[in-house]
């Protein structure tokens, strides 16, 4: 199907202090949905998120995050990613948020955002390896049209 950049961003996984189970997670399903995947890692840092969004931007055709979603004092993934964003795409976090409410309250306490930089999909998930599945799945079927459409292939 295609490139696709799954970025952990977590200080305990880029200090090695923890394992990077959601970037695992959406590894093994974005291989299973017919993608390439890269993998990179990155701390809780707005300028190396931005930078790694950007370089990632630029070869893959679809970007996933995980982690910083939340509300804690290092979670700037939104903040980073919205401010590389041409294009936001909101209601790919909508309904990312809807689906996860199904499973847990505290699904709207995420601060997810979706959009496009060039011809890439970019998608922010929660930093848990089941809310990260959970919200990817949720959009999952919309991605190829959606990297189609980013591609130039308009026709209905």
Not at 34 to 61: M, N, Y
Not at 65 to 74: E, K, L, V, Y
Not at 108 to 124: D, E, K, M, T
């Amino acid at each position: 199907m295609g490139l696709a950049s799954v970025i952990t961003i977590s200080d305990g996984v880029a200090s090695g202090h923890r394992r990077d189970e959601s970037g695992d997670a959406l590894e093994a399903l974005l291989i299973g949905e017919g993608f390439e995947v890269l993998r990179s890692v990155v701390p809780d840092e707005s300028d190396l998120i931005a930078a790694r969004l950007l370089e990632s931007a630029a070869t893959a055709q679809l970007v996933v995050t995980t982690g910083g979603t939340g509300f804690g004092p290092r979670d700037v993934t939104p903040e980073a990613t919205i401010s590389v964003l041409e294009r936001e795409a909101p209601g790919l976090a909508q309904l990312m948020i809807a689906k996860g409410l199904e499973s847990t309250p505290k699904a709207a306490l995420s601060r997810l955002r979706a959009g496009v930089i060039g011809s890439c999909l970019v998608v922010n998930l929660p930093g848990s390896p089941r809310g990260a599945e959970e919200n990817l799945r949720a959009i999952l079927s919309l991605i190829p049209h959606i990297l189609d459409l980013l591609a130039g292939d308009t026709e209905h």
